[in-house]
């Protein structure tokens, strides 16, 4: 079975993580830190924020912007439940924006029209949540226009998409949002096994995050209350979780941010393969925006809804491990009762019914490459 995706460990990722085992620290040790600033340093932001997923980076991502009860966040219905849940988890309500029909990111056209109608109906989101699907960047520039315009909060949801470029620049770099968000499972471009990072260019964001990572606790003197107790004193100044990252993540995303663009540019030439063989079958292949550049996470195939599912079974029983992104989250169970339901983001369900992600990882050989597009062949014959 060729799989969707998956990890590329080397050697070198090893040793770096035995070393940490062989020191002082496994955890709140120098290795988050040196991790933390070496994806700033690629992405061009101020400050990170390394936490143990990215589902936790966008739960603090959204503490730290100060939503809670009583606030709306807005994300798209394709993406993982992660980017609707995080509101859920400050107490907020959550609504969707259909996304593009051909860049299949959140459409800026139905953003500016919902946040019209929002405007005067007083109930404008505090947060919206871009995703950047399968690796390429949404319309930034035209979302941040937009969130500035109506006083709306960002957060990028870039878990697809470290390593990818809008407008020349680096995603993370949060010049057009207040956070960025990535994610390091392995199935993503790079790995800490599991694991998440927040950028901002906002210190004081930073260190909301910072703390709420840590149970809400300081060390600092100055953000106490009133002098130590002595060298052994912290405060609790704020509500927070046990949302650490380990040494040992940090040692191997660290070894790994070595070969980001050596990953990245392979999956590129992957993806420009994908594109040359499959240009004659009845499919819809992904097209990224002119201005973008794609980390190219996924590779997503949209072939006729009356084959999909067809298609999508003979291609695992040829060995072909593909899969979904995503299942529509407003057509989950627990958001069905909370009143959405189909037919409300009718691109998305769309996409929906047509989507299969094929393989694509830096590890996939051109034979194997090959095999996918033959088994496709045979699939839409």
């Known amino acids: 079975m060729i799989p969707y995706g998956r990890q590329d460990i080397s050697d070198e990722d090893i040793a770096a993580v035995v070393a940490v085992l062989r020191s002082d620290y496994l955890t709140q040790g ?30 603090i991502a959204c503490m730290a912007l100060g939503l809670g009860p009583g606030d709306v966040l807005w994300t798209v219905p ?40 929002a405007a005067a109906e007083g109930r404008l989101p505090k947060v919206i949540v871009p995703v950047h699907l399968c690796g390429q960047s949404a319309d930034m520039a035209e979302i941040g226009r937009l969130a500035r315009a109506y006083g709306v909060k960002v957060v990028e949801d870039a878990s697809h998409s470290i390593g990818a470029t809008h407008e020349g620049r680096p995603v993370g770099d949060c010049r057009h949002s207040d956070i960025c968000v990535f994610s390091f499972h392995p199935v993503k471009i790079i790995t800490t096994a599991e694991g998440g990072l927040a950028t901002t260019q906002d210190a004081r964001l930073a260190r909301a995050m910072d703390l709420a990572r840590s149970h809400g606790i300081t060390r600092d003197a100055a953000e106490m209350t009133h002098a130590p107790d002595g060298p052994w004193y912290y405060q609790q ?29 392979r999956r590129r030439d992957l993806a420009a393969r994908y594109d040359r063989m499959l240009g004659n079958l009845p499919l819809t292949r992904p097209a990224p925006a002119a201005d973008v550049q794609s980390a190219w996470h996924l590779y997503v195939v949209r072939v006729d809804a009356g084959r999909h599912r067809a298609v999508f079974e003979a291609l695992r029983a040829d060995g072909i491990g593909v899969n979904l992104h995503y299942i529509p989250v407003h057509t989950q169970p627990y958001y069905r009762a909370m009143g959405f339901a189909p037919g409300q983001f009718p691109n998305a369900e769309r996409y929906y019914a047509e989507a299969i992600s094929i393989p694509l990882y830096a590890g996939l050989t051109d034979t194997d490459q090959e095999r996918v597009v033959a088994a496709l062949e045979r699939a839409l014959a």
Not at 32 to 57: C, D, K, L, Q
Not at 91 to 115: E, N
């Open 30 to 59: 120098p290795m988050v830190p040196r991790f933390e600033a070496a994806v700033a340093a690629h992405v061009g932001a101020a400050h990170a924020v390394a936490v143990n997923s990215a589902t936790s980076a966008l739960h």
């Open 78 to 117: 394709t993406t993982f439940v992660a980017s609707a849940n995080c509101a859920l988890y400050c107490g907020a309500a959550v609504d969707f924006v259909d996304i593009d029909p051909v860049t299949w990111t959140m459409c800026p056209r139905a953003l500016a029209a919902k946040l019209d109608r």
């Open 237 to 265: 100044i704020a509500l927070g979780y046990n949302y650490r990252m380990t040494e040992l993540q940090a040692a191997l995303g660290l070894s790994q941010m070595a070969r980001l663009d050596q990953f990245v540019a």
